[in-house]
């Protein structure tokens, strides 16, 4: 089969390669990167409840969670797929750590602490788990990781009783710059882009031997290199606990994940059309038979024999809300759903988020079993596979679901399409 999938954020590359694995002719076609360079690095499947409590066994509670919300797209996908999909990835990727099926305590770049289902390798050492004693290290030239603040909520949270203190280390990576991001400090780390990779490695040793005391783990932003050289060089280097925090974007532990994505699908020829949108298509009814992709200007006519649309929800613009307030899905203008509000007030800096009653970040397409999005409970077209964010009836964002969300719809669209082959 020939399936174009649109998009290259966690949900496309994932179900893009699914897909070729089993064998299928297989072409993304994107707009731009797609959020994993924005996104932590680390796997949410189910973190908290909609009460505020964190949820220990996220693949057990999702039963519970459709129960409740029945909208929900894990009423759709099951927890069987979700699983399947957060495996692939960690099995694909090489990026992570077991999988038991329990959530972790994760620190944030702020120092509050949330449950996620997996973390990268460079991130273990810093789960957040009693008794622990956290040196919490600030570096004077990253400004995104504020180490006192950073320590201070630690050693208050409520989840688990930890010491945490903070120091401030000197670390130039790439002079005459007084303030780096933390892509020029992983370059340097690894030793590319020109830049000295022994000699950077060996300076944040040094100054990290001369800071840390017996018994504790010290905690770093996540900005060890984007290969895995960097983080086990240094680590056995001090021979000492060391584990990464997610730090804001631009995220070099999202990137990883990203990287191991696109170089797997370079790989497995899996074509990727960057700055090439898909602003329309053909269909005979029941069908879509070509898409309409605009490329450098000029709009071509594709011919597929099937479409996975991964192009993401709200804040990548596939879901958009006009200038009177209206809210659609822009290439196929499929149904939406919509959440109730959980505070009617709401705002942000953007505007209203609740509009004629309902919330707009919980908006998407409702799909059925197979991933294909429905209009009255019917499919709206039969070879049209939705997957990722733009699914509706979940806040991804506040209860932590969305890679789960994006692995397990890839499952349930690869296992229905290797159904009608
Ligand atoms: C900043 C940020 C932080 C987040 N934090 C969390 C979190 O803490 N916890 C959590 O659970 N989830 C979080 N999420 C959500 C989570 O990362 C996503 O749900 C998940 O990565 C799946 O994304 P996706 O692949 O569906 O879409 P995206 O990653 O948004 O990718 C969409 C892709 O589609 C492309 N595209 C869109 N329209 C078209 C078109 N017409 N033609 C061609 N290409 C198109 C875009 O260019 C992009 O490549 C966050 C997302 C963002 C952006």
């Known amino acids: 089969m020939r399936i174009v999938v649109i998009g290259a954020g966690l949900a496309g590359l994932s179900t893009a390669l699914m897909l070729r694995e089993d064998g299928h002719s297989v072409d993304i076609v994107t707009r731009g ?14 973190g908290w409840h909609n009460d505020g409590h964190p949820i220990e066994q996220p693949y057990e509670a999702i039963d519970e969670l459709v129960s409740e919300q029945p909208e929900h797209p894990y009423a759709a996908i099951g927890a069987d797929a979700v699983r399947a999909g957060v495996d692939w990835l960690r099995e694909t990727t090489g990026l992570f750590a077991e999988n038991s099926g329990t959530n972790v ?14 973390v990268q390798n460079t991130m273990t050492p810093a789960l957040v788990e009693d008794g ?16 006192q603040f950073i320590a201070d909520n630690l050693a208050r949270t409520p ?16 002079k005459p710059e007084v303030d780096s991001t933390s892509t020029t400090f992983a370059r340097a780390l690894d030793g590319t882009a020109g830049l000295d990779g022994p000699a950077t490695r060996d300076a944040l040793a040094h100054e990290l031997r001369s800071v840390v005391r017996e018994g504790e783990t010290i905690l770093l932003p996540a900005l060890l290199g984007f290969s895995p050289d960097a983080y086990s060089d240094i680590a056995a280097e001090l021979g000492v606990a060391v584990g990464e925090v997610p730090v804001p974007p631009p995220s070099v532990s999202g990137r990883r994940i990203n990287d191991a994505l ?13 700055n090439a949108q898909v602003v329309g298509f053909d269909t005979d009814g029941s069908r879509i038979t070509a898409l309409k992709v605009q490329r450098a200007g000029r709009v071509s006519t594709d011919k597929v024999d099937a479409v996975v649309y991964a192009g993401g929800g709200l804040e990548s613009g596939t879901i958009e809300r006009d200038s009177y307030g209206t809210i659609r899905e822009r290439v196929f203008d499929l149904p939406l759903i919509f959440m109730d509000p959980e505070d009617a007030q709401a705002k942000t800096v953007t505007g209203d988020v609740v509009v ?11 799909v059925n079993a197979e991933m294909l999005p429905l209009a009255d409970g019917t499919p709206v077209y039969d070879n049209l596979y939705c997957v990722g964010s733009l699914l509706g009836g979940a806040r991804p964002w506040s209860e932590k679901s969305g890679e789960g ?8 669209a690869t296992r229905a399409l290797r159904k009608k082959d």
């Open 105 to 118: 305590l994760m620190p944030t770049a702020i120092g509050a602490v949330r449950p996620t289902a997996l």
């Open 132 to 147: 622990k004693k956290y040196l919490v290290v600030g570096i004077k030239q990253f400004r995104d990781f504020p180490a």
């Open 33 to 46: 990167v797609g959020g994993l360079l924005l996104s932590t690095g680390t796997l949410d499947v189910y």
């Open 405 to 412: 969300i994006a692995l397990g719809s890839a499952v349930a």
């Open 262 to 274: 696109v170089g797997l699908a370079r790989k497995m020829r899996v074509d990727i059309a960057l």
């Open 356 to 366: 004629d009653g309902k919330d707009i970040f919980g908006c998407g397409v409702k």
């Open 159 to 174: 989840l688990a009783k930890v010491e945490a203190r903070s120091v401030t280390i000197d670390l130039q990576p790439r």
